[in-house]
């Protein structure tokens, strides 16, 4: 969780850089590096943890949304 939310900090600061220098190949650069980690931060998260949205949930035979345990509880871990 701790990676994706790091992630998700460089990308936020990166589009308000983007906001202003739209055409910086540097930036955008990172951009889409960052995004690509951020996504499989994710992925790898879901993987063991369970979905972080409603949206990531599996409807494989049962709504996974909300089970847990979660990562913060001593199960989880």
């Known amino acids: 969780m701790r ?3 790091k992630y998700d900090f460089a990308l936020y600061d990166l589009m308000l850089y983007l906001d202003t220098h739209p055409r910086c190949q540097e930036a955008m650069g990172l951009f889409d590096s960052y995004r690509a980690k951020r996504r499989e931060a994710v992925q790898e ?21 909300g089970a847990g345990p979660y990562p913060w509880e001593k199960e989880a871990n």
Do not use: E, H
């Open 45 to 65: 998260y879901v993987k063991r943890f369970g979905p972080l949205k409603a949206l990531q949930s599996s409807t494989d035979g049962r709504w996974n949304w």
């Open 3 to 5: 990676m994706i939310q």
